[in-house]
């Protein structure tokens, strides 16, 4: 049977032993399997200028010998545990090489401090604390990092880069956009906390999360269209979402100095005050409005316009116009909902759960009266009432843009609630586990720069035609490790570790990240 030989590369080195008497052997070792190996001893000596020639004749015998050793490949347990025991790392790169020329694309490498990219990109692999983030750096990344260290760049980010970081955000937007901003759209939503006391910032107030007696945060943000985000701010708990709009709106404008805008947002942030200032400032607008709130006139002129499935009117209300569309689709919702409400009503009725004491007006109880002293029923004429109202909606606007282009744009919006759900969920924006008003500004920072990053690769996925999510690629990166092996002249070999088809795909869609 032919015999099989395979060259392996060994650690080989000159060793000086001392023995008893004090006499130096000078020998010449091997590491295999971990283990030291004698290849040859050269000679020894008690005299120093010996032991140096002696050493020197080593070295030689190390050059002769090629660094090398023949193994006999029929043992193959022997050949690769000589293989692997040269390996000193074996570490996930796939997320810093898919995620990081993204980064820097963008232009987030103008901030230098390596900590700024390892939170982003820490919120968008493994969003945890700011603790837990340390154990999966150190983990994972081989990056030793304390938490102090984390806290206190929270703080530099916050006094000195949170502008920078929104400019930035900014700029890359406007590129890939060709200059394109002129149309954006706001909206606010509420961050709550698990405690029981408020401070400055942290108030309870009306929460979109339904945890109206924990304190809160409220979050405006500004986005593009397609999504791309500009900019944000965070005001008080307790904060009027309708007040937070035009703040948000005119730092935004003048910072960039943009001649007009026009802003899309939904009928959460209609108030007269709104539009009457909107309208003073100069800046166009189409706002989602409460048709069934408007003057007896004009709700007369609204159900008189018979519209069918897909086709849209004007409605003159003064300098403004107010755009009605109708859609089979949002009428046969209207009706689900609206019967999904009265079968509760219905079932809290029959079972005496409703009663005088607790009646009110909101919600589906306004299909509710009251007949003598204790008894409630339904009301069937508003009912009929709100019938007529089935896939009906209503745009207050003064800008330029014909109602097509109105109806188009605000329906853009779900891009900005596509924001906060990533933020929420994915991202996990929060629990926010800082008490500081700074800290809790920065983390939030941290997470507008991570959607960024998102929606960019977002986007490059789009443009390459990939048939994956954002999510799948992030997964997808995280399995890809990259080894290093110390060769015995400690020059160091890297090999990235391929190991299916979902891999290889992903490497080929962004074979520049991955070099």
């Known amino acids: 049977m032919t015999q099989l030989y395979f060259l392996v590369i060994l650690n080989v080195f000159v060793r000086k032993k001392k023995n008893k008497s004090g006499v130096v052997s000078v020998q010449v070792i091997a590491k295999v399997n971990g283990k030291s190996k004698l290849l040859q001893t050269i000679g020894s000596s008690a005299d120093l200028i010996k032991i140096e020639k002696l050493v020197q004749k080593g070295h030689n015998f190390i050059k002769s010998y090629n660094d090398q050793q023949v193994l006999n490949f029929s043992d193959t347990k022997s050949v690769y545990k000589s293989v692997f025991s040269s390996v000193s790392s074996h570490t996930e790169i796939g997320t810093e090489a898919l995620l990081g020329s993204i980064f820097n694309e963008i232009g987030f490498a103008k901030i230098a401090d ?79 906390f698990e405690i029981d006391q408020e401070d400055e910032l942290r108030k309870t107030g009306f929460s979109k999360e339904g945890k109206h007696q924990n304190p809160q945060v409220v979050l405006g943000l500004l986005v593009s269209k397609n999504g791309y985000p500009l900019a944000y701010e965070v005001f008080e708990g307790n904060k009027f979402e309708g007040h937070t709009m035009l703040p948000v709106i005119d730092a935004f404008k003048k910072k960039y100095n943009l001649a007009q805008l026009v802003v899309i947002a939904d009928s959460g942030l ?64 209207d009706r689900y909902n609206r019967e999904k409400g009265l079968r509760k009503l219905e079932k809290q009725i029959r079972r005496g759960k409703l009663t005088k004491s607790n009646i009110n007006n909101r919600g589906y109880n306004k299909f509710l009266k009251l007949e003598g002293e204790i008894t409630v029923a339904i009301d069937t004429e508003k009912l009929k009432q709100d019938s ?128």
């Open 114 to 192: 390596p900590l700024f990219k390892y939170l982003v990109f820490s919120r968008l692999i493994q969003p945890v604390s700011k603790l837990k983030t340390t154990e999966y750096l150190f983990l994972y990344k081989e990056i030793e990092i304390s938490p102090q260290q984390i806290y206190r760049y929270l703080d530099k980010l916050h006094s000195t880069q949170k502008e920078l970081v929104q400019q930035i955000s900014y700029e890359h937007t406007r590129k890939i956009l060709k200059d394109d901003i002129r149309v954006v759209f706001y909206d606010v939503t509420t961050l709550y």
């Open 270 to 333: 209609l108030s007269k005050n709104n539009v009457e200032t909107l309208q003073e400032q100069g800046y166009e607008f189409a706002l989602g409005a409460r048709i069934k709130n408007e003057a007896h006139r004009i709700k007369e002129k609204i159900l008189a316009l018979d519209l069918s499935n897909g086709e849209s009117a004007v409605i003159r209300k003064g300098n403004l116009k107010l755009i009605i569309t109708y859609s089979d689709d949002r009428a046969k919702k």
């Open 388 to 515: 007529r109202w089935d896939g009906l909606k209503g745009y207050l606007t003064n800008a330029k843009l014909n109602k097509d282009q109105i109806i188009e744009n605000y329906q853009h919006l779900w891009q900005i609630e596509k924001a906060f759900r990533v933020s929420k969920s994915d991202l996990r924006i929060r629990p926010i586990y800082h008490r500081l008003q700074r800290r809790i500004e920065a983390h939030i920072c941290i997470s507008f720069v991570a959607y960024k990053v998102y929606k960019e690769l977002e986007r490059q996925l789009y443009e390459k035609k990939a048939e994956i999510s954002v999510n799948k690629a992030i997964e997808i990166a995280k399995t890809i490790y990259q080894i290093t092996a110390e060769m015995p002249d400690g020059t160091k070999l890297k090999h990235l570790l391929i190991t299916n088809e979902k891999q290889k795909k992903l490497i080929e869609l962004f074979h520049e990240n991955f070099g």
